[in-house]
């Protein structure tokens, strides 16, 4: 069965509470985390972290998305994006 999902990826200044945050953001709108992978880079200083989210009963799609998750990407200076599976890659 293939899931319509949803992929995150982030990358930003390491810093405490940034997985609790980023998990937290997706339990408030119902998401279900299929897949997480995190690490630091401690001589850069970065964090990155890559999310595969079920789109199905998920309270976010392509336009609530970016408007929700401005605010959290803001406060931890994050650079984002998110693919969506049901939009074919190039």
Known sequence: MIRDTARLLISCPDRKGIIAAVTAF?????????EADQHSDPPSGEFFMRL????RGCGLDRTTFPLEWNGLADE????WRVFWSDVPKR
């Open 26 to 34: 997706i339990a408030r709108f119902s998401g279900n985390i299929l």
């Open 76 to 79: 931890f200076a994050m650079r």
């Open 52 to 55: 595969e989210i079920e789109s």
